[in-house]
């Protein structure tokens, strides 16, 4: 029997990218480049507003107006004129956007309730599977993503079929399959109880695998924006975590999901997030900018951002013009 299968695949569906799969896979510990395409990103984009100082309509998303320089603003005026932007642009939204140190630890700007529980979608991804990786998952593995994996009654499926991926591959494409199966292949308890270590994910929601797949693969996974950030910060800050910080500067390369966060000249590392149905997508992201001196943590979350979007066509380039706002980049 499946259990609750219609409300985990509506939460599934635009989750999962495409990722081009190269005809060998790398050797351990490699990461590979791979074109990703987040499946609710082929919506229109935003509209233009006149009004706030950054542009949302054009292509190259981290571009701004012409009345804001890069690196001329704080992060408090970055993260309003932000907000305005967004505002604008999707009148009904529920916008939230934070920034913090380089720890995690102070919070240097934010706009709305960032201390209230909401769907992150694929950013729970990278954080199940490093606290896999540390339950012996070989970084090697290889994950045949073109059929789906049933978890105790719940089938686990990727909008489209993206062949054999590597580890890298699948986080930076957000494959829904690959985390099942990694979940088929550690004591996903443990899983459960190290991403329990950075996320504030519930004690009772370890009881069944189901449970656990929900949570960990981003189906049912509600978290504060500012507690994904604090998440996030103290796992690069990990001494083992040199491969997920490689996958995470992956997931914003110039073909992946994230690819409208990077802002030219600027270190950027990060992850998308895509939740809710087709027609009220919820667009989060989540990552980290540095110039070489002043580092920070920056997360987006639009709620209702409209049919089409996800947290690559709305979170991502809000992230990229709050980065350049304030610390420029060539």
Same mark, same amino acid.
């Given at each position: 029997?499946?259990? @609750?299968?219609?409300?985990?695949?509506?939460?599934?569906?635009?989750?999962?990218?495409?990722?081009?799969?190269?005809?060998?896979?790398?050797?351990?510990?490699?990461?590979?480049?791979?074109?990703?395409? =987040?499946?609710?990103?082929?919506?229109? =984009?935003?509209?233009?507003?006149?009004?706030?100082?950054?542009?949302?309509?054009?292509?190259?998303?981290? #571009?701004?107006?012409?009345?804001?320089?890069?690196?001329?603003?704080?992060?408090?005026?970055?993260?309003?004129?932000?907000?305005?932007?967004? &505002?604008?642009?999707?009148? =009904?939204?529920?916008?939230?956007? %934070?920034?913090?140190?380089?720890?995690?630890?102070? %919070?240097?700007?934010?706009?709305?309730?960032?201390?209230?529980?909401?769907?992150?979608?694929?950013?729970?991804?990278?954080?199940?599977?490093?606290?896999?990786?540390?339950?012996?998952?070989?970084?090697?593995?290889?994950?045949?993503?073109?059929?789906?994996?049933?978890?105790?009654?719940?089938?686990?499926?990727? &909008?489209?079929?993206?062949?054999?991926?590597?580890?890298?591959?699948?986080?930076?494409?957000?494959?829904?399959?690959?985390?099942?199966?990694?979940?088929? %292949?550690?004591?996903?308890?443990?899983?459960?109880?190290?991403?329990?270590?950075?996320?504030?994910?519930?004690?009772?929601?370890?009881?069944?695998?189901? #449970?656990?797949?929900?949570?960990?693969?981003?189906?049912?996974? =509600?978290?504060?924006?500012?507690?994904?950030?604090?998440?996030?910060?103290? %796992?690069?800050? &990990?001494?083992?975590?040199?491969?997920?910080?490689?996958?995470?500067?992956?997931?914003?390369?110039?073909?992946?999901?994230?690819?409208?966060?990077?802002?030219?000249?600027?270190?950027?590392?990060?992850?998308? @997030?895509?939740?809710?149905?087709?027609?009220?997508?919820?667009?989060?992201?989540?990552?980290?900018?540095?110039?070489? &001196?002043?580092?920070?943590?920056?997360?987006?979350?639009?709620?209702?951002?409209?049919?089409?979007?996800?947290?690559?066509?709305?979170?991502?380039?809000?992230?990229?013009?709050?980065?350049?706002?304030?610390?420029?980049?060539?």
């Amino acid at each position: 029997m499946r259990i @609750g299968l219609t409300s985990f695949l509506l939460f599934a569906a635009g989750c999962a990218a495409s990722p081009t799969v190269p005809t060998s896979a790398p050797g351990p510990g490699a990461v590979e480049p791979v074109a990703i395409s =987040e499946s609710a990103s082929e919506g229109a =984009e935003p509209a233009a507003s006149s009004g706030p100082a950054f542009e949302t309509s054009d292509p190259g998303a981290s #571009e701004f107006a012409p009345n804001v320089a890069p690196g001329s603003l704080t992060w408090k005026e970055a993260v309003e004129v932000e907000a305005a932007t967004l &505002e604008a642009a999707y009148p =009904e939204a529920d916008i939230r956007i %934070m920034v913090l140190d380089s720890s995690g630890s102070d %919070m240097l700007a934010d706009h709305g309730d960032v201390d209230r529980r909401s769907p992150i979608g694929d950013t729970t991804k990278p954080v199940a599977i490093y606290a896999a990786l540390g339950e012996g998952l070989d970084p090697a593995m290889t994950f045949d993503t073109s059929k789906p994996v049933v978890l105790d009654g719940l089938e686990v499926r990727d &909008e489209r079929s993206s062949g054999v991926l590597t580890l890298s591959q699948a986080i930076a494409g957000s494959s829904n399959v690959a985390v099942a199966q990694v979940l088929e %292949m550690v004591p996903w308890k443990a899983v459960y109880a190290r991403v329990a270590y950075f996320l504030p994910i519930p004690e009772s929601g370890r009881e069944t695998l189901q #449970e656990v797949a929900g949570q960990l693969i981003g189906f049912t996974c =509600e978290v504060p924006l500012r507690d994904l950030g604090r998440a996030y910060a103290r %796992m690069v800050a &990990e001494p083992d975590s040199a491969a997920i910080v490689d996958v995470l500067r992956l997931a914003v390369g110039p073909d992946a999901t994230g690819a409208r966060a990077a802002v030219p000249g600027l270190d950027v590392l990060g992850k998308t @997030g895509t939740a809710g149905d087709p027609g009220n997508r919820i667009a989060v992201f989540i990552g980290r900018v540095s110039d070489g &001196e002043t580092t920070a943590w920056i997360g987006v979350s639009v709620g209702g951002a409209g049919k089409g979007e996800d947290g690559g066509s709305v979170a991502a380039p809000a992230f990229a013009r709050i980065a350049r706002a304030v610390l420029g980049g060539s």
